[in-house]
């Protein structure tokens, strides 16, 4: 992009632009074979891409969200040769927004007004993902020497700051009437503000549902489960034992379909073992867990091709089920209901590491417990102030 500023006289124009470049100049490294201060952001956002193949702890669907939101969209037409308004070709992509600039002309001005632009049209998640793409970006730019460490765009905005909604989890009047309303669901009633009475459906609904509750686990650690997962206790009256050592993902368009992935969604760390609840034993002995091989690593909730389901294979039937009257509740909210519960007897610590979460993880007891707001009756220490008073 040709550098340019104006003023009112040519003299004053010069000294402006001069007093730009040298700022621009100081900002930037020598750079890199790779990257240069004067690599166009298209390039960069490639190049960082590529890194993001190359490691490991990112997952595949993030690296799909990473691309859908870097490469422009192209207007695309149905069938019938009209529009598909399902894709927007205007909507905002770092690869048309920045799409003459280079390093050294990314700033946190044109950073900041890049986001503004998201912010107007009201996606505030677009605007988080943009955020974290681009900072990713100008920090391959500054280990490559393009950039100053100082000079970072992104390092200089304002942390986004989102409001934190408050946990809310299921009391357990309300768990027994879901859970009893899932039933009905299952067995073709009609759900007010949801289906339609039929015939019989997903009738691995509820047992999904039920293992959430079981274990507190994510709904794709739930369907990355396989039966030799389940441990059969060897001496009677020993419990029943669950590994949740994965978690079911979707290949890139054009490499496969679903695959289960051997670690959860927190990595190896988040690996753990459960006891599981009587009420979990019985969803698994039923569904033939007594006879399984312990080398078995066949889906415990296949598909009818015998493959693996995703969280999002279960989102319609959900939607379905819960209706109007639960439509308040989230397939987290169940996580957040066994976190609550788990909380109030034994404890955050014991919640989180249910949850796999770390030790001590603050995430457990700010996103996961639902904590009365009445705070606890404090008044026999709030008496001391009295002076001595009356008792």
Request: with cysteine; net charge positive; glycine share 10%.
């Amino acid at each position: 992009m040709p550098k340019e500023k104006t003023a009112r006289s040519k003299s004053a124009a010069k000294s402006a632009l001069k007093s730009y470049i040298d700022k621009l100049n100081k900002s930037a490294g020598p750079g890199s074979s790779l990257i240069t201060p004067d690599t166009k952001i298209p390039v960069l956002a490639d190049l960082w891409l590529a890194e993001c193949e190359r490691d490991e702890g990112i997952d595949a669907e993030s690296i799909e969200q990473y691309r859908g939101q870097i490469n422009p969209t192209e207007r695309r037409l149905k069938k019938d040769g009209t529009p598909d308004r399902r894709v927007d070709p205007d909507s905002v992509r770092i690869k048309t927004a920045f799409a003459g600039l280079s390093v050294r002309e990314l700033t946190a001005p044109r950073v900041a007004a890049h986001e503004a632009l998201i912010l107007a049209r009201g996606t505030k998640s677009k605007l988080k993902l943009h955020r974290i793409i681009l900072k990713g970006m100008m920090n391959l730019a500054v280990q490559h020497g393009a950039i100053l460490p100082g000079a970072h765009p992104v390092m200089a905005l304002k942390p986004l700051r989102g409001s934190s909604p408050s946990v809310r989890a299921l009391t357990m009047v309300e768990l027994v009437e879901l859970r009893a309303q899932l039933r009905a669901y299952s067995l073709g009633e009609a759900i007010e503000g949801g289906a339609k009475a039929g015939r019989r459906r997903a009738p691995h609904l509820v047992r999904v549902l039920d293992m959430l509750l079981a274990t507190g686990a994510r709904p794709g650690e739930i369907l990355g489960l396989r039966r030799c997962d389940v441990h059969r206790p060897e001496v009677v009256g020993d419990p029943w034992v669950l590994d949740i050592f994965g978690t079911v993902k979707r290949r890139p368009k054009g490499e496969g379909g679903t695959f289960r992935q051997a670690h959860t969604k927190t990595g190896p760390e988040g690996n753990r073992s459960v006891v599981l609840p009587k009420f979990a034993v019985s969803i698994v002995l039923e569904m033939g867990a007594a006879f399984w091989e312990p080398d078995d690593e066949s889906p415990m909730f296949p598909t009818r091709t015998g493959g693996w389901r995703l969280p999002s294979d279960i989102r319609t039937p959900w939607n379905e089920a819960r209706g109007s009257r639960f439509g308040w509740v989230q397939q987290r909210t169940l996580r957040k209901t066994v976190a609550t519960i788990i909380d109030a007897e034994y404890g955050a610590d014991q919640a989180g590491r249910q949850l796999g979460h770390r030790k001590g993880s603050k995430i457990t007891e700010m996103h996961y417990i639902d904590r009365p707001v009445l705070a606890p009756d404090s008044t026999p220490a709030l008496e001391r102030f009295n002076g001595g008073g009356d008792e």
